[in-house]
Structures are given as C-alpha cells and as structure tokens.
C-alpha cells in the first residue's frame, strides 16, 4: 500500500523550515511532498535547496485548503494521502497504526491520529482532538475538545474508535475513495471541508476512524489565526453548507433552530466585546443565502437520510448543562 504524506503549504517557510526535518525522521515507508499554493515568499527556493528529496507540486493559485488539496491530489497516484498540515510535529511510528487499519478494513476511507497540542503537550488541540463528531444542528465536537475546553491527554482516548470526521489537520484517506466521493468541496475555500467529505462518504457507507495508539503535535492558527473574524465567517457559513447540502429531512426546522443558535451565538460574542465575530456571523448567514442556488444543486446530489448525530444540542448541554469532557456526553 503506497502512501503519499502531502503538505500544503502557502508562504509558510518558517513551518517547513520546523517541522519538515520530523516528517523525514518518522516518514520512511513514504513519499513525501510539499503542495506549494503559489506561494509569495521563497519556499519553493528554500525546499529545493534544502530538502531536494521533497517532492513540490506547483498549484496555479491559492484556491485554499480545499482547491489546493484537490489540485495537488489528482497527480498522484499512491494508495492513500496523509494531509498534513505544515505546522504539525510527527512522532515515532505515526503512520503505522493507521496504515495497518485501512489494510484490515476495506470500508475505511479515512482516518486521524491523537492530535495533541504542541504548546502545551499534555492536551488535546482544537483541531480534532481524538475524533469530531457534530449535533444535530451540525455544530462540531471532538473526543478531548468541547468548544473551547480542551481535556488532558491521560489515554482515555487511545483505542481505535470509529468516528464521524476526521480532522484536516492530519487527515488519512483512502485515494479511490477520495476522488469516488468528488474531493472536497471548493466553495468552502476553508475550514470544516473535511467534514463535509466525511459526510458524504459516511453517506456513502464508508468508516471513518480515530487511530489513538498513533499521535502527532498541531501548532494550530499558523494560516489563519483561531481570534480571526475571517475564520469564525468560515466556519460558521460552511457548518450552514454542511447542513444544507448533506441532510434530506425536515431540513427547514432544523436549519430554522440553527440559525437561532447562531443569533444567540452573535449576542453572546457582542457582550463578550467580540462585535466584529459577531459581524462574521451575520455575513456568513448572508453568504449562505446568496449562495443556497448552487448548494441546492448539490443537496439533490448528496443529500441523504442518514442520521449523522447522536447528541441533539451540544451547546445546550455545554453552557446549560455545564458538560466540559466527551465522556461525560454520551
């Protein structure tokens, strides 16, 4: 089984330059490329000089993480993509586990390791924790992170566990399944396409899977910073996307009650003295609107009756309920 680790990079010299050396170290069994998205500063110019034997593919623009992945992929031809964020530290033995899992597993299309903070070692990062999974109203959770509380890493989470999605920071896919299931979605340009890939091929039938005996270190913000308003507009219009495009029922109350969530979400922001956040929030309801045309074509194509969640309202549970760990959830 051949496997490609493929980092997207745009104008990150400084990532590359840190984190690439453990890459190679724990990489040996594969092949390693850099996905440049037309990048402004001299990475390209640094790679080669620096590490010749990473293999640079050149994107035309930077179409973000979900134009850039699907360019960068459709010139490869191993058995499964490892995409790596560039500021992740890998560990020791990292592919191994999760390879071994796809192998024993035909139905696997995709995977992540234990993603753990690489400023504070000992917690699970944001992005991903030890798995993600999302309510009913397509709010995402992890394994190890509720909102903004992260849960130390005591091994709680180190079976192999199936789960709903799998975090773009470190996300392992299976290549036929990938390109079957069409990519991910360009319109989203960033943040939570990779849940809406493992929408669609959970839709499909497929498992996706948290590997806990693997584990790398995330940085985490170093593209686009966790307090930006740029990011809360992304996240917020295409959770809306994810649940438009991907869920057939009653999709009208539930959109109606998320957007009310959403409205709260915004008050809660302004008396925090997060207006712009909230400006963010209402801007990606606009762009939702604007652009429910062309999801609805994709909603007849994807959307599915399959019942994505287990949890009703993890915000209900989490501010009302004051439940902070994911065990304590279900």
Not at 128 to 139: C, L, S, V
Not at 176 to 185: L, Q
Request: aromatic letters at 16%; one cysteine or more.
């Amino acid at each position: 089984m051949k496997v490609a680790v493929v980092i997207l990079n745009w104008n990150g010299k400084h990532l590359l330059e840190k984190f690439l050396p453990s890459v190679f170290q724990y990489s040996e069994d594969a092949a390693i490329y850099v996905a440049d998205n037309a990048s402004t500063d001299d990475s390209v110019n640094f790679l080669e000089t620096t590490f010749p034997e990473v293999k640079i593919i050149r994107n035309k623009v930077n179409g973000g993480y979900a134009k850039g992945y699907n360019d960068a992929l459709k010139t490869l031809d191993e058995d499964i993509f490892v995409l790596l964020n560039s500021d992740v530290e890998v560990t020791p033995d990292w592919l191994a586990p999760i390879i071994k899992a796809f192998k024993k597993d035909a139905s696997v299309a995709a995977a992540q390791p234990k993603i753990l903070d690489y400023n504070n070692r000992d917690y699970f990062e944001y992005a991903g924790a030890a798995g993600g999974y999302i309510d009913k109203y397509a709010i995402p959770y992890c394994r190890g992170r509720i909102f903004k509380t992260l849960e130390k890493d005591e091994g709680q989470y180190d079976n192999t566990e199936e789960i709903f999605w799998a975090s773009g920071a470190c996300l392992f896919v299976r290549a036929v399944d990938f390109h079957k299931i069409g990519g991910f979605d360009e319109d989203y340009f960033a943040h939570q396409e990779e849940i809406d890939l493992c929408w669609r091929l959970k839709s499909s039938g497929k498992k996706i899977l948290a590997v806990g005996s693997s584990k790398v270190y995330h940085v985490g913000g170093a593209t686009l910073d966790a307090a930006s308003a740029k990011k809360t507009f992304l996240n917020y219009r295409n959770s809306l996307f994810n649940l438009y495009k991907n869920y057939r029922p009653n999709i009208l109350t539930t959109l109606f009650i998320r957007l009310s969530l959403d409205g709260l979400a915004g008050i809660y922001l302004i008396f925090q003295g997060k207006s712009l956040h909230t400006f963010a929030i209402i801007r990606a309801h606009f762009s939702f609107y604007g652009n429910l045309s062309k999801m609805k074509s994709k909603r007849s194509k994807y959307a599915t009756n399959f019942k994505y969640f287990t949890i009703n309202n993890v915000a209900y549970k989490y501010f009302i309920k004051n439940v902070k760990r994911y065990q304590r959830l279900v």
